[in-house]
């Protein structure tokens, strides 16, 4: 009798203490996008809310919530007033660390739970056709003998990485970045369509910005920022480290919790986000805008976003500097 009540308590421990290691929502899931409907964090943070919902990976409601402002601060923001509250997720860019870095922010990725990097957008240096930068040597030879001879197209804004990509290149060649001449547009459109028509001597953009363009003659890409080569029209265009420049940017994507969420919150969006990046659904949406699944779990994540910060603080400094 004895032994069975011993047995029986054990048992009943056990029990408990799997109890308490499991958490799973109580009521509806927000996920919290940093742009406008149809926006980059928006379009990420539905195709997740579709695909959880199809596959049935999270059986409770979910709903996407746009924050739109500040490159992200607004939907940054909003999540560090949930303190302890799985049911909020926010889809993020490296403009969280950027703002950060710029003190545009006070708000870090150290005030959030890393949840996971989801796939990285890479950008590439893109010139018109007939350009007489033929490679990337012929570019950095440029940056090298005078910084000002080479004008680049970016977009947004002063800072991300679209420009960020563009100072690593100068910086890689030995060159003054504080030198170029960097013109900023209001989309990747109008930067792509200024250096197919002349006016700018190269673009740094995303992958599938480019895609279109290269297919119908307009443009050549003259080196990608990624480890590896890219698929696709890619295929046969050398990444700048190929070239024997050691440059990789990347306009990731992301995932964050608000602060204070416990392991086994942590561990529950582990599974639903390991899961999401598996499904055929998201791998084909991958493949159509030439990113790179390169999926992070929240424990590897943390140690890539501090290694990010890292890296773009010592561009920033020179990039931004008067």
């Known amino acids: 009798m004895l032994r069975f009540l011993v047995v029986m308590t054990l048992a009943g421990c056990s029990i408990v203490t799997a109890h308490a290691g499991t958490w799973t929502p109580e009521r509806a899931i927000e996920i919290v996008a940093g742009s406008a409907a149809g926006g980059a964090q928006d379009r990420t943070a539905r195709a997740m809310q579709q695909i959880w919902k199809d596959r049935g990976i999270i059986k409770i409601v979910t709903s996407v919530v746009n924050k739109p402002g500040g490159g992200g601060a607004v939907s940054h923001a909003y999540l560090k007033q949930r303190v302890g509250d799985a049911h909020y997720i926010v889809v993020s860019s490296p403009s969280l660390l950027i703002s950060h870095i710029m003190g545009t922010s006070t708000l870090n990725y150290t005030d959030l739970t890393p949840l996971a990097l989801l796939f990285s957008e890479y950008i590439v240096i893109a010139v018109r056709e007939d350009s007489p930068i033929k490679n990337g040597a012929d570019l950095v030879r440029r940056l090298k003998i005078n910084p000002a001879s080479v004008s680049a197209a970016v977009a947004t804004a002063r800072g991300g990485m679209q420009h960020v990509t563009v100072g690593l290149i100068a910086k890689a060649a030995g060159a003054d970045v504080r030198k170029m001449r960097v013109v900023v547009f209001n989309s990747g459109g109008e930067s792509i369509t200024a250096v197919m028509g002349g006016h700018i001597d190269i673009v740094a953009t995303a992958a599938a910005n480019a895609a279109p363009q290269i297919l119908n003659g307009k443009l050549r890409v003259i080196g990608v920022a990624a480890p590896k080569r890219l698929g696709g029209v890619y295929a046969n265009v050398p990444t700048w480290r190929e070239q024997g420049y050691d440059v990789v940017a990347s306009n990731w994507r992301s995932v964050f919790g608000p602060q204070g969420l416990t392991a086994a919150q942590v561990a529950y969006w582990d ?19 030439d990113w790179v699944n390169n999926y992070l779990g929240s424990a590897a994540s943390r140690g890539f976003f501090d290694a990010q910060y890292e890296s773009l603080r010592a561009v920033l400094s020179d990039l931004l500097a008067k």
């Open 271 to 289: 599974s639903a986000l390991s899961s999401l990046v598996q499904t055929p659904e998201w791998n084909d949406d991958i493949k159509q805008n």
